[in-house]
T-cell receptor, first 113, second 112 residues
Framework: DTEVTQTPKHLVMGMTNKKSLKCEQH?????MYWYKQKAKKPPELMFV???????INESVPSRFSPECPNSSLLNLHLHALQPEDSALYLC????????????FGPGTRLTVL | GENVEQHPSTLSVQEGDSAVIKCTYS??????FPWYKQELGKRPQLIID???NVGEKKDQRIAVTLNKTAKHFSLHITETQPEDSAVYFC???????????WGAGTKLIIKP
């Protein structure tokens, strides 16, 4: 399996809702990432997990909460989001070490009303 | 910190012609340079990458060149086809740093 999968594809939520985004990879990659992408912009790093431990949190607001249950799964828990959080949320994975290309999932298109 | 500039922001070429996209980086310690292609509504896809110990790399119609002295790298696409239409992003990183510093993107339009 050479793909990163994400669910759901689309999500519409109100500002008081709680929802979760899910990501899965079976390539044996030990680094997993969450990115946020706004229209016509490059992906913006949010979190990095290395060997299931949180390595980087790019000063992301606490209304976004990542979780890495095992080496294949990555979740992003959402709570009390704002309309400006509407974006494409991309999961990615890579091998550890020097210069490893990111393999991206198809993304979840999130709309916050 | 590292900064990556990408030019042009939009590039329109005739089908069959070549396209060149250029990026410059600021940190001489950068040693990994990937290129991603993102079609409308789809995920970014790694199309080619190069490490600082290599000056050029080719994969069929796509090539990347790296000039470490000038701190710039370029993507070359030959014999362009309609399916090459997409946004292309360059990026740079240092060592095993998880951070990729991205360029702003180039929208490539292939005219039939």
């Amino acid at each position: 399996d050479t793909e990163v999968t994400q669910t759901p594809k689309h999500l519409v939520m109100g500002m008081t809702n709680k929802k979760s985004l899910k990501c899965e990879q079976h390539m044996g990659h030990r680094a997993m990432y969450w990115y946020k992408q706004k229209a016509k912009k490059p992906p913006e790093l949010m979190f990095v997990y290395s060997y299931e431990k949180l390595s980087i949190n790019e000063s992301v607001p606490s209304r976004f909460s990542p979780e890495c249950p095992n080496s294949s799964l990555l979740n992003l828990h959402l709570h009390a989001l704002q309309p400006e959080d509407s974006a494409l949320y991309l999961c990615a994975s890579s091998q550890e070490g020097l210069g490893s290309g990111r393999f991206f999932g198809p993304g979840t298109r999130l709309t916050v009303l | 910190g590292e900064n990556v500039e990408q030019h042009p922001s939009t590039l329109s070429v005739q089908e069959g012609d070549s396209a060149v996209i250029k990026c410059t980086y600021s940190d001489s310690a950068s040693n990994y340079f990937p290129w991603y292609k993102q079609e409308l509504g789809k995920r970014p896809q790694l199309i080619i990458d190069i490490r600082s110990n290599v000056g050029e790399k080719k994969d069929q119609r796509i090539a990347v060149t790296l000039n470490k002295t000038a701190k710039h790298f370029s993507l070359h696409i030959t014999e362009t086809q309609p399916e090459d239409s997409a946004v292309y992003f360059c990026a740079a990183s240092i060592g095993s740093n998880y951070q990729l510093i991205w360029g702003a993107g180039t929208k490539l339009i292939i005219k039939p």
